[in-house]
């Protein structure tokens, strides 16, 4: 498309000047973008309005509404985390490793800008925040591709973020935005190969399998969310509760919200008709196996399926399991790789957990919803990769760099 094109060769001359750039322009220009956001809150405000009164009109669903509404508050929190990212440390040129050998040639690993990075989004405005900014610190230039229903928020942040670059020394096409929402769009942006070093998706399962079974950049998984709580036979039963009520109600429309919840059958008696009412009471439907609907009578009997889904939605899967083995081995079937927890005061069940659970991030009597690059301290992520290469977990700055090998030598030859 002519518009990728455009955007392409643009984002493409501005990577090479950022690569060149000091920490403190950037850290300027970040700084710039915070200050920009509070200045701008009443302009993007009233464009995420035009976008959640579309989006209400459409019929979507209140989950999905909450990703995309912005508030005073989460600007502030978007400005705070641009601010911690110019606080880090700059990742472009640390010298990870560093050799001599027999022959005399001096082998380094240095970081380095990726290049070019596409994010492909759908109703998250504040990812347009988020990328932007990590993407500037790394030295990369990012073109952005957000959904219909946030277009008129991520262009308002974008275009104060362009402004503030610019005024701040770096080139304004250092964040640029696709303006075509259509499928096509998306797709020509997945083959952009050209202009693009690699392509990162943040949205639901659709978006992620599509990116990642289309593209012919390099693509990084990342999102899928179908968390566990687990809550084995020695848990302290109110800490379980305090958890699980936070880790599904505080926003259920988050990747790192808890989905299932399983209990050691010893515990789970005594344990689950007051969790589960507590749950309920909060608005959450519940969905269980035989041993579930037994215990709470308004549990809804669960299908093959929902042990799969990520409801991003007051609703959570309930299972009671006979061990820590059984356990593990449900999440390893059918978790995204994302957040898993367990309940326990049993040194021995939570090192067994933590080795065997197969995903980013492990917790012992934690919530899931620390899953986070602001609450890792990395200020913000670029999303939270759920495969294995080449970033795994929150993706802070490092995760936007890759390395080269700088030889020194005194004549060697070979």
């Given at each position: 498309m002519y ?27 970040l ?6 956001f509070?200045?701008?809150t009443?302009?993007i405000l009233a ?9 209400k009109?459409?019929g979507?669903n209140d989950?999905?509404?909450?990703r995309?509404?912005?508030t ?17 440390g700059d990742?472009?040129g640390?010298?990870v490793?560093e ?11 240095m ?9 492909i ?8 925040a ?8 790394a030295?990369?230039?990012?073109i952005l ?14 275009n104060?973020?362009?402004?503030a670059i610019a ?6 096409d250092?964040v640029s ?6 499928r ?20 639901g399962a ?7 079974q289309?593209a012919?950049?390099?693509?990084i998984e ?8 687990f ?17 599904k ?11 299932k ?13 007051d969790m589960l009412?507590?749950l309920?009471q909060?608005?959450?439907?519940i ?5 579930v609907?037994?215990i ?10 929902d ?8 609703k ?14 449900h999440i ?11 309940i326990?005061?049993s040194y021995?069940?939570s090192?067994?957990?933590?080795e ?8 012992v009597?934690?919530s899931?919803?620390f ?7 990395f200020?913000?992520e670029?999303g939270i ?9 929150p993706?802070?700055?490092k ?7 700088i030889?020194?030598?005194?004549g060697?030859?070979r």
């Amino acid at each position: 498309m002519y518009e990728l094109e455009i955007k392409g060769k643009a984002a493409k001359a501005a990577a090479a000047c950022l690569a060149a750039l000091s920490s403190d322009i950037k850290n300027n220009a970040l700084c710039s973008i915070a200050e920009a956001f509070k200045e701008n809150t009443e302009y993007i405000l009233a464009e995420n309005a035009k976008d959640i009164q579309a989006a209400k009109e459409n019929g979507m669903n209140d989950g999905l509404i909450d990703r995309l509404r912005l508030t005073e508050e989460r600007i502030d929190a978007m400005a705070e985390g641009i601010l911690q990212i110019a606080e880090l440390g700059d990742p472009v040129g640390e010298v990870v490793s560093e050799f001599k050998r027999p022959n005399g040639l001096h082998i380094g690993q240095m970081r380095v800008p990726l290049g070019v990075v596409g994010i492909i989004y759908e109703a998250r405005p504040n990812v347009t925040a988020d990328a932007a900014a990590l993407c500037l610190k790394a030295g990369n230039a990012c073109i952005l591709r957000c959904g219909k229903e946030a277009h008129r928020s991520s262009t308002a942040i974008t275009n104060v973020i362009r402004k503030a670059i610019a005024a701040a020394g770096v080139p304004e096409d250092a964040v640029s935005l696709v303006e075509d929402t259509s499928r096509e769009s998306a797709v020509a942006l997945m083959k952009l190969n050209d202009y693009l070093d690699v392509i990162i998706p943040r949205g639901g399962a659709g978006l992620i399998k599509t990116v990642v079974q289309n593209a012919t950049v390099p693509a990084i998984e990342t999102g899928t969310g179908n968390c566990h709580v687990f809550v084995d036979e020695s848990a302290d039963l109110e800490t379980a509760k305090r958890i699980i009520i936070n880790a599904k109600t505080s926003r259920p429309s988050v990747c790192n919200a808890e989905e299932k919840l399983l209990v050691h059958k010893a515990v789970a008696e005594k344990f689950l008709s007051d969790m589960l009412s507590a749950l309920s009471q909060k608005g959450v439907e519940i969905v269980g196996d035989e041993k579930v609907c037994q215990i709470f009578s308004d549990a809804i009997p669960a299908t093959d399926e929902d042990w799969e889904t990520e409801y991003l939605d007051l609703k959570i899967g309930v299972k009671v399991v006979d061990s820590t083995d059984a356990a593990i081995l449900h999440i390893n079937k059918y978790g995204s790789r994302h957040s898993e927890a367990i309940i326990t005061d049993s040194y021995e069940n939570s090192q067994k957990f933590l080795e065997a659970v197969d995903a980013a991030a492990v917790y012992v009597n934690a919530s899931t919803r620390f899953t986070d690059g602001f609450e890792f301290g990395f200020g913000a992520e670029i999303g939270i990769s759920t495969q294995k290469l080449h970033a795994r977990g929150p993706m802070g700055l490092k995760a936007l760099t890759t390395t080269k090998y700088i030889i020194r030598g005194n004549g060697q030859i070979r």
